[in-house]
Every structure is written in structure tokens, then in C-alpha cells.
């Protein structure tokens, strides 16, 4: 299983973060990012059409291993022109 962001906008979106309710976990019960860098936006850039992806896990079992996999957040990020 995957989670994939997607921009379906018709202009770039920048400096993409996203805020869960609880931390995302992948099946290693680490946090599940898609940057690891410190400090850094989830995603610098996303071009219109274009989409990043995480890992979760790999089998069905890990709906089975966790007991709670159900998630809640938001999605923040720039327009082209700098707007939120």
C-alpha cells in the first residue's frame, strides 16, 4: 500500500506539507514521510499532473498488525503565485 499525492491543478504547487492527526506510520511502525529530510517540505515541487508517492506496506497483513489504520489531516501547500 501507497500513499500518492497528486497535483491536479492546472499550475505548479510548492513547498507541499502534510499535517495528520496522528503519525502516519508505515508497516515498520516508523513515520511514513516523503522527505527525510529535517525541516524540508514533504514535496519542494509538484508540476501540474505530476504526483510523489510513500511506501506503507507491503502485504495485506499490515491492516492485520495495526490496529487503527484509519487517517485524518491536511494538505498544505503554495500556489505559482505564493497563495496558500
Known amino acids: 500500500m501507497q500513499l500518492r499525492v497528486t497535483n491536479y491543478g492546472e499550475s505548479r504547487a510548492q513547498n507541499i506539507n502534510l499535517f495528520w492527526d496522528k503519525p502516519l506510520l508505515n508497516r515498520k511502525g516508523e513515520q511514513a ?3 527525510n529530510q529535517k525541516d524540508a517540505p514533504e514535496s519542494p515541487v509538484l508540476l501540474p499532473k505530476e504526483s510523489v508517492a510513500v511506501l506503507i506496506g507491503g502485504s495485506m497483513n ?23
Open 33 to 35: 514521510k516523503f522527505s
Open 62 to 84: 499490515i491492516y492485520s498488525e495495526n490496529e487503527d489504520m484509519n487517517y485524518t489531516g491536511r494538505i498544505e501547500f503554495e500556489d505559482a503565485s505564493g497563495k496558500h
